[in-house]
């Protein structure tokens, strides 16, 4: 389905890192050293969950002639900004900075990117917003990098991967949520994996094909965690936005987990609330991909039991949609406002406020 109307916020939107080299001149001295020696080993340090040729990575006719998907700013303008006549679009690079184990390292490289995010990209287009890239080795550091771009209103979310080294709501990452809930930023969680464990119980698959399917078991992990961990009854204003999730995982997540905590509820006593009723209020989930035929779409959202928790994505230049149909059939009309422009205003509420 094409956009009924302009003005979209698209809420997944992929600006790609040419190489690690494009980093050195936001490292200081040290790093830069240290990257220069790293690199003479010919490390690109690409994530697995995105190998760069695979075709989900980008749709042909979005490829540049040279060069990884998503590098030249005009042509996500030609292929995105202007196709669908976004309104905003939040950037959230995928790389493997937040991937990699040495805490400082880390924290380094996701510095450098998100400075190279703001010259190279915010700076060049107003109607782009950005996600600060964290490092979850070191949550302490990665609180201190919120705070050092939490005056520049055009970083409207902090960026994690969905598979690292622990569940997502346990308290030695609480600094981090801390920190975005002070400046109003959300949590994206984005499908993506450091590698550290396997992406199934079972073990380590053999094709992106199931590695990719498996993300939604993570997400579903993620967001019990969340909520049984009491995130979110020490950050009651914290909202988690899940971002390439899909969707149709969603409502049996939220009947199963409502009946067994009323079982068990006396182990975790923060849970006030029902917590298919905690999940409504916290989460929020990008469209792309979303995950049902046309014909259920309507009774899915009847499931999830509100139309609030949908935000619009075009997921450029991951491949997800073919040509102009970018919403997917079956979404009712009286929910189309809401996906494309108030869901996500509600959301991230500094796409409210003009930066200066």
Known sequence: MKLPHSGAIDC????????????????????????TMVMKGNSRMELNSYPPNAPLTSRPDWRPKEGRAGIDLDLMRDHALDAFQLRYAICNCLYGAQAVFNPDLGAALCRAMNDW??????????????????????????????ERLASDMRFVQVLVLVMGEMPLG??????????????????????????????????????????????????????????????????????????????????GLMWRVSKDWRGVRTEVPWIKKIPADIIRHHFRLTMQPLDAPPQEVERLLDHIGSDDLLLFATDYPHWQFDGEEVLPGGLPEGAMQKILIDNPLATYPRLQEIPE
């Open 117 to 146: 995010m703001a010259k190279e990209w915010l700076d060049k287009e107003p109607r782009l917003r950005a996600s600060i890239l964290v490092s979850l080795m070191d949550p302490e550091a990665a609180a201190e990098e919120i």
């Open 12 to 35: 997944d939107i992929h600006p790609a890192l040419p190489g690690t080299q494009t980093l050195l001149p936001y490292l200081d001295s040290y790093w830069r050293d240290t990257m």
């Open 170 to 251: 346990r308290r030695a990452y609480w600094p981090i949520y801390r920190a975005a809930e002070k400046h109003r930023l959300p949590i994206g969680v984005h499908a993506g994996s450091m590698m550290r464990h396997a992406p199934t119980q079972s073990g380590y698959p053999s094709y992106l094909a199931e590695d990719y399917v498996h993300q939604s078991q993570a997400f579903a992990t993620q967001t019990i965690s969340f909520v049984a961990e009491g995130v979110f009854a020490k950050f009651p204003e914290l909202r988690v936005v899940l971002i390439e999730s899909g969707v149709s995982w969603l409502p």
